[in-house]
């Protein structure tokens, strides 16, 4: 109230947002103090993103006032925001590949002379790296970096320019538990020194062990804000989803039926000529869910790609039901029974400018009954696609308008319904959650595990542990290229998976 | 309070009915007129006594119609085979030069085998057009296809080599000896020439830019070839994904394109000129890209819409007696693509103007 | 033919290909920097002819071919700031906007220079040696024995040189074209520079269109860049977006063009459409060569161009 003395370091107060057909902020209130950790949670789609991409002066707001340390302030970009001493790191990192960390860190930055003296602002960003336990290269161009590398230089970023107050999106969801651990220490001693940071996050284990506050936001709505002596799991829990949530079980038995997918000494490049996968040799049988952990980028998506025949395989073999397909054209392979949900939905597992029709002809628009030899028979297609969107609960209100136009969950249900509309023996599912909120998450989940029960083989790959653990019977761990090893599901420890996805238990099973 | 956040605001549409998208492109092609109108009163002209000049040569005779009509013919050819390519994002903006190898192949026929009957004479002319303006898009579409080498640049280029090609033609071995140096060729026997209507100068063409019509609607909309035409131009990953071969429909694609512009130099030496010769077409590959474009690569409003380019041409031509260049009428069709491209944001977003407050 | 009458066809031809070079290496800075920024501009064409004919006329007027290049300068920029707006403001597609800027121009130009063709220009640009740089031997004749505006190429390269990779701004124009996301999150005016560039893009085009009318040719004639902006946009890819390379590239093409008008004087009996030709299938093999042998052209060209940016894109 009136008499505090201390000054909110940031202050929004109703705060609306509306995009074409969503709502995404309501009216909504939020404020940081100085030195505090404030962790913003909620589920995907509940609008935290955008509330902070407000703050942050990438969005503009429709409604409301922001105040930063007392006044009111309007941002009409990134730079007015930057000015005021807010910084976002985002979550998809927003760096210039083929520039130098330097060059990353200076970019846009007002003090930087008219002809750029690297090497002296190079030094300077050195100590400012190691004042802050960051340490990284300067003179590194940005895609030789790791992952948590890049992290590092784009706190470095905001910090370079004096930024009191951190944002971070979702900031653990490409790193390993370990380097988590790291990262939150560092930002406690960002918040000891008096500077204050936002910990955007869906994952209540964060906001326990780092949040001194919490703002829980459900459905572009504030749904609490609680002290640290307050928060308790269950309670964060029900705040962010609305209802008491009972996931789904994890009764794996491991069926262990006949193998449908076996690798031997798996080796492929990636896309720019360097080695993506190393050696991979595991199987998976009949009814069996099996799991591919590792931060992303470790070869996941080339895996993949490499069972189902988009990408080049240089050496070792790839059998489906003791059927060498290695190399085989993804058009063959998709008919011998594989099917496949590629991480990018919207783009590669569905068209974005065509209609739910020609979406769900995509794998069969060659075969009868919807095609005869030259012509496609659209009136079958239309019959085929009004009964799948029935069966798997697919919202959509007209058949033609573009598929780009349905939500994140109503797309992960129509690209579903055709792939296992197809009856595969092997399923390929790469990411199926990212994105999606709780009720089109489980919803994704059950039909896995409904095709398990019915003998599909599914390879799944994820960056979620909670999500392997909850649905996998066993789980490859990938880290460069490898698998670092396999654990049988069950009783997985994420400590354990989290010393694998750092590459420190490739000895162990030996590939 | 009052804030002043911006002054344009988009906002992506859900749905856009069809009317909207008629009335919106129909009310682009009215302002550009306009624009014109005020660009030409401003360097000197009477723009409405310019535009009336046009509208009454186009529309007052039986001759401006049947001319209109004679130029439409090229721009519906040339702008279905351009739309077939741009449907699978092929940017071929070389149908000015397969237009002219079209007309070549097409004279090579008669040229050199005068005395054939016609039910022989002109399949074979058909023939060799097609072949030749197809081959010459292969040309870039198999660098495209195997490289990666936009084919943008490399198909405009090739117009440049076709013209100077044609030229060295007729200005050289083609040169007719009695032609009193004119830069034609001999002209083609009676059985070389594609019928007239009704003793006008419009000519059989007319049915091939209607078959090709029907055939390209039905390719694109009923066949599993058009399928993967348009899964490929919406989105090659999700293509190679479906297991699409993306190479082999380049190289088809820009085939099939090549090959129907390429009829439209046959229909244009055949039907109109009865011999080769130099400016077979004056721009039409380029007025064709317009076409296109503005029917929104349907093959039945390219049709229309290649008639009303027609009598824009046409218009042009009349004006030139008043000491106006023809060029008008090409500086009106950038103006009108222009208009309609801006007017497609009208499609794709709502726009909110001026000033907003917030609360 | 003795030795030195050799050199002296040498020279001659390559003195001409640094003139015939000239208006495309202008057409290309112009491009080079718009498609850095981010946008691909097809109407390079249509502006070079709107620059020639616009600087045609004002030079005649004026008697005084600074003004005309001042003219080419304007209307060129003016031309691009529509391709500009359709572009980066509406979000339109960037070929097509760039096609019909080709078009527009062509048939502008053609309009407005009706009763210029064919008339003399009182005040062309004409040669004027470098003093002692001159008179160096072989190279002197080359490259210091041609007009101001081709000297003030060799000021405006190693300068758009240093600007794009060694100053603050270049920085930022670099950026733009890879991540404009990254470069707007960190307050690069994304919108603005984009025009900006644009802009630029169209004033160095109209002054390459200018040079031809004012004194490559100089006259004025419908269509008198004959392909040329064509060439230009292919020689930026040549050129893997590096002003130095751009040189040299267009050096080369004007050797071509000089090659061919030589082999003619000479008496050679190739028919001169084929000599024609040439520039334009030595462009072709060119994209295929530097394509097909050297990646990276693909890789070093802007990550991001040719799409619109849209800051709350989601």
Not at chain 1, 369 to 391: F, M, N
Not at chain 2, 236 to 249: C, F, S
Not at chain 3, 85 to 91: G, H, Q, S, V, Y
Request: net charge positive; aromatic share 8%.
């Amino acid at each position: 109230m009136g008499e505090s003395i201390k000054v909110k370091l940031v202050e929004m107060r109703g705060i609306t947002k509306r995009f074409p057909g969503v709502l995404a902020n309501d009216s909504v209130d939020f404020s940081v103090e100085p030195g505090e950790i404030h962790a913003l949670l909620g589920e995907n789609g509940s609008g935290k993103s955008t509330l902070m991409s407000i703050l942050a002066g990438q969005y503009r707001p429709d409604g409301g006032v922001m105040l930063v340390k007392g006044k009111e302030i309007s941002f009409r970009s990134p730079r007015d925001a930057i000015k005021s001493g807010i910084g976002m790191v985002h979550q998809h990192f927003k760096l210039v590949d083929n520039f130098t960390v330097t060059e990353n860190i200076i970019l846009g930055d007002d003090r930087t002379p008219f002809f750029c003296r690297l090497d002296s602002l190079s030094a300077k960003i050195s100590r400012l790296g190691e004042e802050y336990g960051l340490t990284v290269d300067p003179g590194a161009r940005i895609d030789q970096l790791s992952v948590g590398e890049k992290q590092r230089v784009e706190i470095l970023k905001m910090l370079y320019r004096g930024s009191d107050l951190l944002v971070m999106d979702e900031p653990t969801a490409v790193l390993t538990p370990q380097e988590s651990e790291e990262l939150f220490a560092n930002l406690k001693k960002f918040a000891a020194a008096g500077r204050s940071v936002v910990l955007i996050t869906h994952k209540l284990n964060e906001v326990l062990s780092a949040a001194d506050r919490v703002t829980v936001l459900r459905g572009g709505r504030t749904a609490a804000v609680l002290g640290r002596e307050e928060i308790t799991e269950s309670k964060l829990a029900r705040l962010m989803v609305g209802r008491d949530i009972d996931p789904v079980k994890n009764d794996s038995k491991d069926f262990a039926g006949e193998t449908v997918l076996e690798l031997q000494g798996v080796g492929a490049m990636k896309d720019v000529g360097r080695q993506g996968l190393r050696n991979i040799t595991f199987s998976v049988k009949r009814g069996q869910i099996f799991g591919i952990a590792g931060v992303a980028g470790n070869g996941q998506k080339e895996l993949a790609e490499a069972v189902t025949g988009l990408r080049w395989v240089h050496s070792g073999r790839i059998r489906i039901n003791d059927k060498d397909i290695t190399n085989l054209s993804p058009r063959v392979i998709a008919d011998l029974g594989v099917s496949f949900v590629p991480e990018d939905r919207l783009g590669m597992g569905l068209v974005p400018g065509l209609g739910i029709v020609d979406n769900l002809i995509l794998k069969r628009y060659r075969k009868a009954p919807v095609a005869g030899r030259y012509l496609i028979d659209y009136k079958k297609a239309g019959q085929e696609a009004e009964r799948l969107v029935k069966e798997f609960d697919v919202k959509v209100a007209d058949f033609r308008s573009p598929v780009s136009l349905l939500s994140g969950g109503n797309l992960q249900r129509l690209l579903l319904a055709r792939e296992i509309s197809e009856n595969p023996s092997l399923i390929v599912v790469v990411y199926p959650v990212r994105g999606l909120d709780v009720g089109a998450t489980e919803a994704v989940h059950s039909i896995l595990l409904e095709l398990r029960r019915k003998g599909t083989a599914i390879l799944l790959v994820s960056e979620d542990l909670e999500e392997i653990i909850k649905l996998c019977d066993r789980v490859g761990v990938m880290y460069e290229g490898e698998i670092a090893g396999i654990l049988p599901g069950g009783d997985i420890r994420p400590e354990e998976i989290g010393l694998l996805m750092m590459g420190s238990g490739i000895s162990r099973e030996g590939a | 309070m009052r804030r002043l956040s911006g002054f344009i605001y988009f906002e992506k549409r859900l749905n856009t009915p069809r009317a909207s998208v008629f009335i919106i492109t129909v009310l682009s092609v009215f302002l550009s007129l306009v624009l014109g109108g005020v660009f030409l009163s401003v360097t000197g002209h009477d723009p409405i006594e310019i535009y009336s000049k046009m509208f009454s040569g186009v529309f007052g005779s039986s001759f401006g119609l049947s001319e209109t009509l004679v130029r439409a013919i090229p721009l519906m050819i040339l702008g279905l085979g351009i739309s077939v390519a741009f449907r699978m994002q092929l940017w071929n903006i070389g149908a000015e030069g397969q237009i002219y190898m079209g007309a070549f192949a097409a004279s090579w026929v008669p040229l050199t085998f005068p005395h054939l009957p016609t039910y022989i004479m002109l399949p074979a002319m058909i023939t060799a057009a097609m072949l030749a303006g197809g081959l010459w898009a292969l040309i870039p579409a198999i660098p495209r296809a195997y490289l990666g080498v936009n084919e943008i640049i490399t198909t405009l280029m090739l117009n440049y080599v076709a013209i100077l090609w044609v030229e060295y033609l007729v200005f050289g071995p083609w040169r007719d000896p009695q032609g009193f140096n004119f830069p034609l060729s001999a002209p083609f026997p009676e059985a070389a020439r594609l019928g007239s209507l009704g003793g006008s100068r419009v000519h059989g063409g007319i049915l091939f830019a209607l078959v090709i019509a029907v055939i390209i609607y039905i390719i694109i909309n009923r066949t599993r070839w058009g399928y993967e035409i348009k899964v490929i131009g919406e989105s090659e990953a999700a293509a190679r994904y479906a297991g699409m071969d993306i190479r082999r429909n380049i190289l088809l694609v820009m085939l099939l394109s090549g090959a129907i512009c390429g009829l439209a130099g046959m229909s244009e030496v055949s039907g109109i000129s009865g011999r080769l010769q130099h400016g077979v077409s004056p721009g039409y590959g380029y007025t064709a890209i317009i076409v296109a474009w503005l029917a929104k690569l349907n093959p039945f409003v390219i049709i229309v819409a290649a008639i009303l380019f027609g009598g824009l041409q046409v218009g042009g031509y009349m004006v030139q007696s008043s000491g106006i260049s023809a060029a008008v009428a090409t500086m009106l069709q950038g103006a009108i693509l222009f208009f309609v491209l801006g007017g497609e944001v009208f499609n794709r977003y709502r726009i909110r103007l001026g000033r907003r407050e917030a609360p | 033919m003795t030795d030195t009458g050799q050199t002296n066809v040498l020279v001659l031809i390559l003195a001409t290909a640094v003139t015939a070079g000239t208006p495309i290496l202008y057409a290309a800075l112009g491009e080079l920097l718009t498609e850095r920024s981010g946008v691909i501009n097809l109407g390079v064409e249509g502006m070079m002819l709107i620059g020639a004919v616009s600087g045609f006329m004002t030079a005649v007027v004026f008697k005084n071919p600074w003004a005309g290049v001042a003219a080419a300068l304007l209307a060129g920029g003016a031309v691009a700031l529509i391709h500009a707006f359709l572009t980066i403001t509406l979000r339109t597609n960037q070929v097509v906007s760039g096609l019909a800027l080709t078009i527009f121009g062509t048939g502008l130009s053609g309009y407005l220079g009706k009763s210029f063709i064919g008339l003399p220009l009182p005040v062309p640009f004409t040669s004027r040696p470098l003093g002692m740089l001159s008179e160096i031997p072989f190279f002197g004749p080359v490259f210091f024995n041609h007009d101001p505006l081709v000297y003030l190429t060799y000021l405006l390269v190693p300068a758009l040189w240093v600007f794009i990779y060694k100053m603050r701004p270049g920085m930022h124009l670099r950026a733009l074209g890879e991540n404009p996301s990254a470069a707007d999150s960190l307050g690069v005016k994304v919108f603005l520079s984009r025009y900006m560039y644009v802009v630029a893009g169209g004033m160095l085009a109209g002054v390459g269109g200018a040079y031809l009318s004012l004194a490559y040719a100089p006259s004025w004639l419908e269509n008198m860049t004959a392909g040329r902006g064509w060439i230009a946009v292919a020689l930026v890819i040549f050129a893997l977006w590096n002003p130095l390379r751009a040189m040299v590239g267009a050096y080369i093409f004007g050797g071509i063009d000089a090659l061919g008008l030589r082999l003619q004087v000479l008496g050679v009996m190739i028919p001169s459409f084929f000599l024609q030709m040439m520039p334009y299938i030595f462009t072709i093999l060119v994209l295929v060569v530097v394509l097909g042998k050297n990646r990276s052209a693909r890789t070093g060209s802007p990550g991001a161009l040719g799409i619109p940016f849209d800051r709350e894109e989601r």
